[in-house]
C-alpha cells in the first residue's frame, strides 16, 4: 500500500523567498517530526527517523537527494531505506498576491506498519511544513 498526500499552501510572499527554504534539505528534514538527527551533503540529507514501530526498536537511516531541481519552482527527493521509500515535490507558482507551493509526498514502506504509521500522520507532517515554513518568512508570531 502506499500513502499519498497532496497540500497546497499560500503565502503573501515572493516566490524565491519560498524556494530558499523548501530547496533547502536542512530545513525540509527539521520540519520533518520523525527525523531526530540528519546530515547535509549538498542536495543530500540524511534522515534519522523514529517511526516508533515494533518491528523497527531503533532508528531508521533514510538516504534522501534531491533528483530533480528547476529552481526556482520545483523541487523533487527521494528518499531510500530499508523501511520505506519517499518521494516529496514542491511546486512554487506566483500568484497576484505573492505564491502557492503545492506538495506531495509518497510513501512506500517496505516493512508491516511503515504505510499505517505515515497515513494517520502525514497530513500532520505536511501541517509541521507549512508551520516551520511560515516562522521561516516571519509569518507567525
Known amino acids: 500500500m502506499t500513502v499519498r498526500v497532496r497540500r497546497a499552501f499560500e503565502f503573501e ?4 523567498r519560498v524556494w530558499d527554504f523548501i530547496s533547502d534539505p536542512g530545513k525540509r528534514a527539521e520540519a520533518i517530526s520523525v527525523v531526530r538527527d540528519y546530515e547535509i551533503d549538498g542536495d ?12 523497527v526498536d531503533r532508528t531508521a537511516t533514510v538516504e534522501t537527494e534531491d533528483v530533480e531541481r528547476d529552481a526556482p519552482t520545483y523541487v523533487k527527493f527521494v528518499g531510500r531505506s530499508k523501511v520505506l521509500r519517499v518521494t516529496g515535490e514542491h511546486r512554487i ?10 506538495n506531495e509526498f509518497v ?8 504505510e499505517r504509521f505515515f497515513k494517520k500522520r502525514l497530513d500532520d507532517e505536511l501541517t509541521n511544513l507549512e508551520t516551520a515554513l511560515r516562522r521561516d518568512l516571519g509569518l507567525t508570531a
Do not use: S
Open 93 to 102: 507558482t506566483e500568484t497576484e498576491t505573492g505564491c502557492r507551493l503545492d
Open 13 to 16: 510572499v515572493p516566490a524565491e
Open 44 to 55: 543530500a540529507a540524511t534522515w534519522h527517523i523514529d517511526l516508533q514501530l515494533p518491528l
Open 107 to 114: 510513501v512506500d514502506g517496505r516493512l508491516p506498519g511503515v
